[in-house]
Nanobody, 124 residues
Framework: QVQLVESGGGLVQPGGSLRLSCTASGSIFSIDVMGWYRQAPGNQRELVAGISSTNTATYADSVRGRFTISRDNAKKTVNLQMNTLKPEDTAVFYC??????????????????WGQGTQVTVSS
């Protein structure tokens, strides 16, 4: 059983900062890409940032230069440092990861997992 647990959301004023963290747990053989998505009311879920197992990062144009994604492979954690937050960043943020699990007879599979979501509200 694999779980992704997020933390760090909350209410912040425009121009402020927040740091989101997500930790994977369970019977994990390896983790490939990890990332953060967000979904605002009435909008589709969108990719905010992603990071490969070799620390290559990608960002949505709307957050590039303000957000920084990082990961700690030993701790199975991915973080999102969000600076200069804007009201339009308000959304539920979801952690995402491609994780390989292996069962009996060394049968392994790669699956996509999601966290439960954490609310980020940017408002004065």
């Amino acid at each position: 059983q694999v779980q992704l647990v997020e933390s760090g959301g909350g209410l912040v004023q425009p121009g402020g900062s927040l740091r989101l963290s997500c930790t994977a747990s369970g019977s994990i053989f390896s983790i490939d890409v990890m990332g953060w998505y967000r979904q605002a009311p009435g909008n589709q879920r969108e990719l905010v940032a992603g990071i490969s197992s070799t620390n290559t990062a990608t960002y949505a144009d709307s957050v590039r230069g303000r957000f920084t994604i990082s990961r700690d492979n030993a701790k199975k954690t991915v973080n999102l440092q969000m600076n200069t937050l804007k009201p339009e960043d308000t959304a539920v943020f979801y952690c995402n990861a491609r994780i390989q699990t292996c069962g009996p007879s060394n049968l392994c599979k790669m699956s996509t997992y999601w966290g439960q979501g954490t609310q980020v509200t940017v408002s004065s």
